[in-house]
């Protein structure tokens, strides 16, 4: 048996013996890397967020980190290369509480925030689905989304001073064509049914979208192969950034700040689809173009890979989001992520909606380590989450 001589609390031990199990497939491989992952906690006698620290060599910066939710998803189609294939993509706008600084107070603002957007889209008979805890709709464009988001929080005189983030999903509808001669990406940023934008002009459109709605996170805004567009839209943060400076015009309290050990850049460059190992982090880290990394359990095929991608992002002092897992894998009511984004030192958790039950129970382990007085983790990041 695999797992005769197999210490639950060596984690590297584990995930060797996990690999060596034929025809296990990802979900299955984590589950059990998880159930050891338990089972080494209670060898220890530690809470599970304490033995997950103490793997990931994190004991002395363990803290809550911020909920920013998905509020909505913006359903939308896509058409393969092939010419024929139809997938569903989906585009999701997370939101964020960027003032409050205790994690009952976050937690209030967003879940009244959450039930307002849901209210509006309803009343305007535009939700055609639900997904990732919270409902779907199909708008033009993701600016008509934002702004629908924008008025629904504002009208409910929303505390926090709520600010969005997008994952423009966008590696996932990319497409190479041959221009002058040059191969060249094109994006389907308004889906299968609208033309395909060339890299500079999904790149203005990203950019109107950043200027417009004041985002704080821009998750996958190309593929991670086109680095010039991908530099070219951190380039614009970093200049208006040190305008801001210059001017004082900055109204908003990470509008100069940076994002983790990046001082250039006052918005969120997240690298979610190609990031599941420590290497791609290294790779990329020259390259300039990301300050944030989206970790994603599923995508890593197990906590030991996981835990080492955190340890690197710590190391170039990029910031670290927990995130559920992609689409390809069915969420469930399992708190896990919760204590190993404590345990890790993850500055936000993006654990889906408020309206679904599988993320509630990510979101209300946070508020009980946070309310726990005998808790080692019960520090709450609040508005420090850009510069942990």
């Given at each position: 048996?695999?797992?005769?001589d197999?210490d639950p609390r060596?984690?590297k031990?584990v995930?060797d ?11 299955s ?9 338990r089972a ?8 599970l ?10 004991v002395?910066n363990?803290r809550?980190?911020?909920p920013s ?13 092939d ?9 999701r706008i997370t ?5 409050l ?6 937690m209030?603002a ?6 307002a957007?849901?209210r509006?889209v ?13 409902p779907?709709?199909h708008?033009?464009?993701l600016?008509d989304?934002?702004?629908?988001i924008?008025i629904?929080?504002?009208?409910a005189?929303?505390?926090g ?11 996932t ?7 002058d001669?040059i191969?060249k ?5 308004n ?8 890299a500079?002009?999904?790149?203005e459109?990203?950019s109107?979208?950043w200027r ?6 821009c ?6 192969s ?8 951190k ?13 004082g015009?900055g ?5 100069t700040?940076?994002i ?6 006052a ?10 190992d420590s290497?791609f982090i ?14 994603k ?6 906590l030991?890979?996981a ?5 690197e992002?710590?190391r ?11 689409d390809?894998?069915p969420?469930?009511c399992?708190?896990f992520?919760a204590?190993?984004a404590?345990?890790v ?27 726990d007085?005998?808790?080692m983790?019960s520090?709450f990041?609040?508005?420090?989450f850009?510069k942990?």
């Amino acid at each position: 048996m695999a797992f005769r001589d197999v210490d639950p609390r060596n984690i590297k031990q584990v995930d060797d013996a996990i690999s060596a199990i034929k025809e296990c497939d990802i979900p299955s491989r984590l589950a059990i890397s998880m159930a050891c992952m338990r089972a080494g906690a209670r060898h220890s006698g530690l809470p599970l967020y304490k033995f997950i620290a103490t793997v990931a060599e994190n004991v002395g910066n363990m803290r809550i980190p911020m909920p920013s939710p998905t509020v909505l998803c913006r359903g939308i189609s896509f058409l393969k290369e092939d010419g024929e294939t139809i997938i569903p993509v989906y585009q999701r706008i997370t939101m964020t509480p960027t003032t409050l600084t205790s994690m009952d107070g976050c937690m209030e603002a967003l879940a009244k925030a959450a039930y307002a957007v849901k209210r509006k889209v309803e009343e305007l008979k535009s939700v055609v689905g639900f997904h990732d805890g919270c409902p779907v709709v199909h708008y033009e464009t993701l600016g008509d989304v934002l702004s629908v988001i924008e008025i629904a929080i504002k009208e409910a005189m929303v505390e926090g001073n709520m600010k969005f983030g997008v994952d423009f999903n966008m590696p996932t509808m990319m497409k190479m064509e041959e221009i002058d001669g040059i191969s060249k990406p094109t994006y389907s940023l308004n889906g299968a049914n609208k033309p395909a934008l060339h890299a500079p002009e999904a790149l203005e459109q990203i950019s109107s979208l950043w200027r417009q709605f004041e985002l704080i996170t821009c998750e996958d805004p190309f593929h991670e192969s086109d680095i010039q567009s991908l530099r070219q839209l951190k380039n614009k943060a970093s200049n208006t950034q040190s305008e801001s400076r210059k001017t004082g015009s900055g109204n908003m309290p990470y509008t100069t700040a940076g994002i983790g050990g990046d001082e250039t850049c006052a918005l969120q460059m997240c690298a979610d689809t190609p990031c599941f190992d420590s290497e791609f982090i290294r790779n990329y880290d020259g390259e300039n173009v990301y300050n944030t990394v989206k970790i994603k359990l599923n995508k890593c095929g197990s906590l030991f890979k996981a835990i080492e991608l955190c340890k690197e992002a710590r190391r170039l002092n990029w910031c670290v989001i927990v995130g559920t897992d992609d689409d390809k894998f069915p969420d469930l009511c399992d708190n896990f992520l919760a204590d190993f984004a404590v345990g890790v030192g993850a500055s936000q958790i993006t654990a889906g909606g408020m309206c679904g039950a599988e993320s509630l129970s990510k979101y209300h382990r946070l508020l009980e380590l946070f309310e726990d007085e005998e808790s080692m983790a019960s520090t709450f990041l609040g508005k420090r989450f850009r510069k942990p």
